[in-house]
């Protein structure tokens, strides 16, 4: 049944204001990274909670049991390893975990096509698995791009739930297929030419054979290195870097694997700030 017009005005005007919102997030983040005591900043920072807090509310309908709302109240909360509440957690960081409500905002936004709207029933129930469009567009091989966003929900999906050793697997998992997508796009004999040689790695090494053939690390060294993203990887905790060594053969946890929430949180984190990177238009 195609969509009500007014629906649909409703639903394109609610995605260009938490685009507007996004945006405002991601320049927070910047600031914040390079002077997280600034006043102006967290200023800033506190006024654009209150506006993702007012559009959440519309968008939940007024329900506080709502899942985006929950998720929106669960952004502040810093939790211990068995789970509980203890303290609010650092202003960058929450601001990341609200720019991650916001996506799944538009993920559900963008997936309707019926109902009655935002804020209500239809819109209260609808899942919030609906693939965004779009999210992986700037990857140049087409047939990796529906892997990559339900690997993506998936990632956002293990975090909520508290699994977070398959959240840092996953995500570094994408991390990785994109860095190489643009490796491979680019070329060996681009990269060679380049102002960072391919051969050149971080350990001083030689990469030799196929990108494919080269360790996580490796790849994410001469990607940068060749201008392809920026330092965002140098966050990457020890156990992100290592990930491949702590999977089973059957892609699940190997018996050393010990993740962090932490460690889960900081590797999805690393992985937007590399997807700008790739598509600074995004």
Known sequence: MPMDENLRTQIETYLSHLDGLMRRGRELCDTLATDPSNPSAIAATRAWQEDCGVTVNQLSGGSKAHWLARSFSEAFLLRSATGHAVEGAAPAEIVQRLLGVLEQAVATLSGMDGGKGPGFTAYSSASSEAPPPRRFEFVHNPELR????????????????????????????????????????????????????????????????KIADWSFETRLAVAERAGLIRSGCARLPAVARTYRDYTDAGGGPGPKSTVSERDARVAGQVLHVVMRDLDPGR
């Open 146 to 209: 529906p892997v990559l966003e339900r690997a993506y929900i998936d990632s956002r999906r293990a975090l909520g739930e508290g699994n977070y050793d398959l959240a840092l697997r996953t995500s570094c998992g994408i991390l990785e297929a994109i860095v190489t997508d643009a490796l491979e796009h680019k070329g060996l004999s681009a990269l060679a030419a380049s102002r960072a040689p391919a051969a050149q790695l971080a350990e001083g090494k030689i990469a030799e054979g």
